[in-house]
């Protein structure tokens, strides 16, 4: 971003601070892109994306007189964005979407004529097994393709339990999708 860049993005975070409607839109129209990117990563796709993006543009507005670190805004917005679709999960977490994590019991050969979408979807149920912290970690290095040391700098934690985050976080998504095959295998016949 270019001075004249920053120096217009404090502007407009002063000026909707201070109530400007144009100016929250400035924001908004930058950041939507970025935001939806972060929330879709973290509770996959689905309606409740557009929800949670909602939600994570009034954070941002109630919270705008508190800036003070102009040049560090957007990784704020990518904070308030991740906090606000790990609070999401955690919120829905009680809750199995029992008809997607279906999709993982079908038979290998209809596994395959499954749509990308369908696979995903599937994939992140079997994420909502996971801690928040497992999660996270899967997320920004699976699906973001940070590196561990990336993530380490990001999240403040050592490396070393990142690396173990993501290596449990896999574990348990390997067995949380053996299971589920395995129950499809005992009730279709099918071999793997």
């Known amino acids: ?48 994306v557009e929800d949670v993006v909602q939600d994570v543009f009034v954070e941002l507005h109630h919270c705008l007189d508190k800036v003070s670190d102009y040049d560090t805004f957007g990784g704020w917005v990518h904070r308030v964005a991740r906090n606000t679709a790990i609070s999401h999960i955690r919120k829905r977490k009680n809750s199995v979407n029992i008809v997607a994590l279906q999709t993982l019991k079908e038979p290998t050969s209809l596994w395959g004529k499954l749509t990308a979408r369908e696979k995903v979807r599937a994939l992140y149920v079997a994420m909502d097994c996971l801690s928040d912290d497992q999660r996270e970690a899967i997320v920004m290095y699976e699906l973001e393709g940070n590196t561990l040391q990336e993530i380490a700098d990001h ?38």
């Open 1 to 48: 971003m270019t001075q004249d860049t920053k120096t217009q993005e404090a502007d407009w975070i002063k000026s909707a601070a201070a109530g400007d409607v144009a100016s929250f839109r400035k924001i908004y129209d930058r950041y939507l892109g970025q935001v939806t990117r972060t929330v879709g990563r973290y509770i996959g796709p689905g309606p409740e």
């Open 155 to 192: 999240t403040e934690t050592s490396i070393n339990t990142i690396a173990s985050r993501v290596r449990r976080g896999r574990e348990q998504l390997l067995k949380i999708i053996k299971r589920v095959l395995a129950t499809s295998d005992l009730e279709t016949g099918e071999k793997v």
